[in-house]
């Protein structure tokens, strides 16, 4: 049986990990339709990880788009207990060139039509979320970025990400609206990896590659594809050196989280009253409560 302890979800510009050994491609079916793309598992610093291309290896799905659900099942079914999301972001922050990277600590939720819960047709479960990012492999996470030394680079610890639905880039307007906000990035995707992420009890942490300063910088051009096309090929290659410090952390000393136990008090509906083919679909989250 294939199995993973790490899920590394790679955002646009970041379709493979070169660094991974014994590679084996793994196509996995979920209650929740198919995943992004096939799942590649293979070594990396002598772990077992699971790496997926969010938006497919060609770069096929918009945010919108994004099989969430299956995406966080089929990492669960390999038993991944940990997930570094690498992701392109806009700054809102001058302090925040592009090129830096960001380790948030929250969310801000803009999106209006994505599932981002297992939990319905007959089950109710109110996990909290007070605190998005588990904050233990946020801190392995940045001390990687820290230890790296990449150049032109600068660490920002915390901060906001706020995700909008997209696929449209923010109007100025409301790249203005977030600013006051105090938002620190913009992206399109996170947030539903968390939440779900929570649910299935993974470890969650986000690595955000700031390409601009999105539309509200007066000295610097709004947000194009080309601008963000070619800081992704420089945020891709320094990704990869950050999520391969990662895990060598990760395997000398992999933490417990709270969100590992995040359903211990969460679910609300008695087991004996959920209906048998919802109990079935989510087997893999309850079987630890059964």
Wanted: charged share 20%.
């Amino acid at each position: 049986m294939v199995e993973a302890q790490i899920g590394i979800i790679g955002g646009s510009g970041l379709y493979q990990m070169e660094a991974l050994q014994d590679v084996e491609e793994v196509s996995i079916d979920t209650p929740f339709g198919s995943p992004s793309d096939a799942l590649i598992v293979g070594t990396l610093e002598g772990i077992r990880v699971a790496f997926l291309a969010r938006h497919g290896r060609y770069h096929h799905l918009s945010p919108g788009e994004l099989p969430f659900r299956a995406n966080i099942y089929a990492m669960k079914s390999l038993g991944v207990k940990y997930i570094l999301s690498a992701s392109a972001v806009g700054s809102l922050q001058e302090e925040v060139k592009p090129l830096d990277m960001v380790v948030p600590s929250q969310f801000i939720d803009r999106t209006k039509e994505r599932i981002s819960t297992f939990f319905r047709d007959g089950i109710v479960a109110h996990v909290g979320f007070a605190d998005p990012v588990c904050p233990k492999l946020a801190q392995v996470l940045a001390d990687a970025v820290a230890s790296c030394h990449l150049e032109d680079v600068t660490l920002h610890r915390g901060g906001t990400y706020i995700c909008i639905e997209g696929p449209t880039f923010s109007t100025k307007a409301e790249s203005h609206l977030y600013r006051s906000w105090g938002a620190t990035v913009v992206g399109m995707t996170n947030l539903p990896e968390a939440r779900l992420a929570r649910e299935a009890e993974i470890a969650y942490a986000t690595l955000a590659l700031a390409t601009d300063y999105d539309c509200w910088h007066p000295e610097h051009d709004s947000v194009s594809v080309e601008m963000v096309v070619n800081n992704l090929k420089r945020n891709a290659a320094n990704a990869q050196k950050v999520i391969l410090e990662t895990v060598r952390r990760l395997s000398n000393n992999p933490p417990e989280s709270e969100a590992h136990k995040a359903l211990q008090s969460a679910i609300l509906t008695p087991l004996d009253r959920v209906p048998e083919e919802t109990k079935n679909k989510l087997e893999i989250f309850l079987r630890n409560y059964m």
